[in-house]
């Protein structure tokens, strides 16, 4: 039986290279992935990196497929207020649910449990349904309203994941620091992978 998707959501916050590239990892491993871009998150991939993502959310998996070389089989993208979809509703949760890279103002919508987007709402089902949700949050410097929403959303058991990448391993080129934090939300997805190596093993 094929895995659950996992629900992964780019919001406005700086580092949408760290979740490209949990979604390039996500996809070459064949796990299915349902995609949810933010207003913000496409001004912010397009200001940080060469990727352009469609608008139109009927578009953007086809364009991701097509960019990565996956299977466009394993990818689903939804619209913001795309009620309909499947990540809306507890009845039909998915494995589990990232968000990278968080925004503040996303972080807070999900403390106050807004609800008013997709993202918004997936990551409420998760909560209300005690499925892993894992914030990868970046800001900095981080206000006491965003260390109360985490420590909220920290304590109802969610993942916070702060975007800081470790340097014991050497990097040598900004991807082996996008992939310290990708490996690390990988683990937490339960998704083998060889992306760095580990701590302790030659
Ligand atoms: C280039 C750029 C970088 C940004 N970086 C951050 C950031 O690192 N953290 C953050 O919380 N907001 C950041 N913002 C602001 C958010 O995009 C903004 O608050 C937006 O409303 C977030 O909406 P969203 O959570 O729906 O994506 C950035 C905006 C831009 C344009």
New binding site residues.
């Given amino acids: 039986m094929n895995p659950r998707p996992i629900t992964l959501a780019l919001?406005?916050?700086?580092?949408s290279a760290y979740g490209l590239r949990v979604l390039d990892c996500l996809l070459r491993l064949g796990r299915p992935v349902d995609l949810l871009l933010?207003?913000?998150?496409q001004?912010?991939i397009a200001?940080?990196t060469e990727w352009r993502p469609p608008s139109d959310p009927a578009l953007i998996g086809a364009y991701f497929a097509d960019r990565l070389h996956a299977d466009p089989g394993l990818l689903r993208a939804f619209g913001r207020h795309d009620w309909m979809a499947p990540v809306a509703s507890g009845s039909n949760p998915n494995a589990a649910m990232v968000i990278c890279?968080c925004?503040?103002?996303?972080t807070s919508a999900i403390a106050a449990g807004a609800s008013d987007?997709l993202?918004e709402r997936a990551a409420d089902v998760m909560l209300k349904e005690n499925r892993p949700l894992i914030l990868v949050v970046?800001?900095t410097p981080l206000s006491a309203i965003h260390l109360e929403n985490l420590l909220k959303l920290a304590r109802l058991g969610v993942t916070v994941m702060p975007a800081s990448p470790g340097f014991y391993h050497r990097p040598q080129r900004v991807e082996d620091l996008v992939d310290f934090i990708a490996a690390r939300v990988l683990d937490h997805l339960n998704v083998e992978h060889d992306l760095i190596q580990r701590w302790g093993e030659p």
């Avoid at 933010?38 to 998150?41: C, E, G, I, R």
């Avoid at 925004?103 to 996303?106: F, Q, V």
């Fill in positions: 919001t406005g916050a700086s580092g933010s207003d913000a998150a001004i912010v200001t940080e890279p925004s503040g103002g996303a987007t993202i970046r800001e």
